[in-house]
């Protein structure tokens, strides 16, 4: 985005309440931080909601098409294919893409998927505002991303019409959904926002949506199978959310109440998501714990140290599962029955923070849960996965600490194939 359209952040100090923060004369068309909320509200935790849910239950079943098709037709001895995270990086943000923007966008640039995870793999040289020419492919596949994505806009403009809307639905093929038609609006009557400026509000909006659960997705299906014991518990759990009626063949909205599924995703990302958390001091000087922190000035809190907080989290019996590894059952507590149940209470609101808090958490964390456990669902069900992990574990990289969940440092090589019997329809 360019300085001009920029500075429109840097002077909207209204806040992102409906009414106006006392004493703020941004115009009410200008107030793209209240504009923005409530358009990504609205989307992911109000009426676009379950919409969203039901797109991408259908595109998952194009994502097992297209492995299923990489298997081959019949059941064989496996190959190893690649790498594990590339069926993500590359299938899994295919999926996501469909779900919220449509066909149009794949259709102009099927490349897509590659450069968004390559400019991904390049957000340290942004972070450190790196010159472009000691980090040119970062700067090379952003440029491009955005143009991409301007394109399209471009393209859905001269090509929609009303009628092509499914109200019901909420979906119509050229711009995906009501949540970029309205953005077209919304942010186009902003002061100094032209073409250029909206492409790269979108694509940050297509990178929000698509970066952490991306990751946090392959981190849960990762660590299902890479345990033996837990896939065969994760596959009952799968079992028994079977329904033939659902778009998918899978109730989604009973998976994601599973216990051992949760405890799953919820220990996923104490571990594997890392972010900086800012506020600003607006009203008065802020004093914490005689720190002072003056008015105007702008606080970074980490997820980490609460993360990793030993007081706040079971390491089981005589502390054999630290914090600093994977454990599926932490948060599962032992029941009369010899049963489990899954506990993530408000007890914890403080120290579980991975979408951040107050009125700025993430809205998007009620979909990512979603399409993180129905992908593993869908793979669990479907195929038979067999990776090559290196003892003690696939380190984490560390270079993006501060943007959200961590990716693998390494390549995770694996074999797949269909399973000779079951899965999804």
């Not at 980090?135 to 806009?153: C, F, I, P």
């Not at 659960?213 to 959310?241: M, Q, T």
């Not at 029941?335 to 979408?355: E, V």
Request: proline residues 5%.
């Amino acid at each position: 985005m360019n300085e001009k359209s920029s500075r429109t952040y840097l002077l909207d100090n209204s806040g992102i309440g409906h009414e106006p923060t006392a004493g703020s004369s941004v115009k009410p068309h200008n107030r793209v931080g209240f504009l923005n909320h409530h358009l990504f509200a609205d989307f992911l935790t109000g009426p676009g909601f379950r919409p969203l849910t039901t797109r991408f239950e259908k595109e998952i079943m194009g994502f097992k098409t297209r492995i299923l098709d990489m298997c081959g037709s019949e059941k064989k001895e496996t190959k190893r294919t690649g790498d594990f995270f590339e069926l993500f990086t590359q299938e899994l943000t295919r999926t996501s893409l469909r779900a919220t923007c449509g066909p149009l966008l794949l259709e102009l640039d099927p490349d897509f998927p590659r450069r968004f995870w390559i400019y991904n793999c390049g957000l340290p040289h942004f972070l450190r505002r790196i010159p472009r020419l000691f980090a040119r492919e970062a700067y090379e596949a952003r440029d491009s991303l955005v143009a991409s994505v301007k394109l399209w806009h471009t393209a859905a403009r001269l090509r929609f019409e009303p009628r092509y809307v499914d109200e019901a639905a909420d979906v119509d093929p050229f711009w995906g959904c009501n949540f970029f038609r309205q953005r077209q609006e919304s942010l186009g009557g902003i002061d100094n926002y032209d073409a250029d400026a909206i492409a790269s509000e979108d694509f940050g909006a297509i990178w929000g949506f698509n970066h952490n659960v991306i990751l946090a997705a392959f981190w849960v299906s990762y660590e299902v199978f890479r345990d033996h014991a837990l896939l065969s518990r994760v596959e009952n759990e799968v079992a028994a959310c079977a329904d033939a009626t659902k778009l998918s063949g899978i109730d989604v909205e009973k998976l994601v109440t599973m216990p051992l599924l949760q405890s799953i995703w919820v220990e996923t990302l104490r571990l594997r998501v890392h972010i900086f958390m800012s506020r600003k001091v607006t009203q008065a000087d802020l004093n914490i714990n005689n720190w002072l922190v003056p008015r105007d000035n702008v606080v970074f809190v980490s997820s980490t140290p609460a993360h990793m907080d030993t007081a706040s989290w079971s390491c089981g019996p005589d502390h054999s599962h630290p914090l600093d590894e994977f454990w599926a059952d932490r948060f599962l507590v032992p029941q009369s029955d010899g049963t489990a149940a899954f506990r993530l209470d408000a007890s914890m609101s403080g120290s579980w923070i991975p979408f951040g808090g107050g009125v700025q958490m993430c809205p998007g964390r009620h979909f990512a849960k979603r399409e993180a456990l129905l992908t593993c669902a869908v793979l669990v069900s479907c195929f038979d996965v067999d990776l090559a992990v290196p003892d003690g574990g696939m380190e984490m990289d560390w270079s993006t600490c501060g943007t959200g969940t961590l990716k693998p440092k390494a390549r995770v090589p694996y074999s797949i194939n269909r399973k000779e019997h079951g899965g999804v329809n």
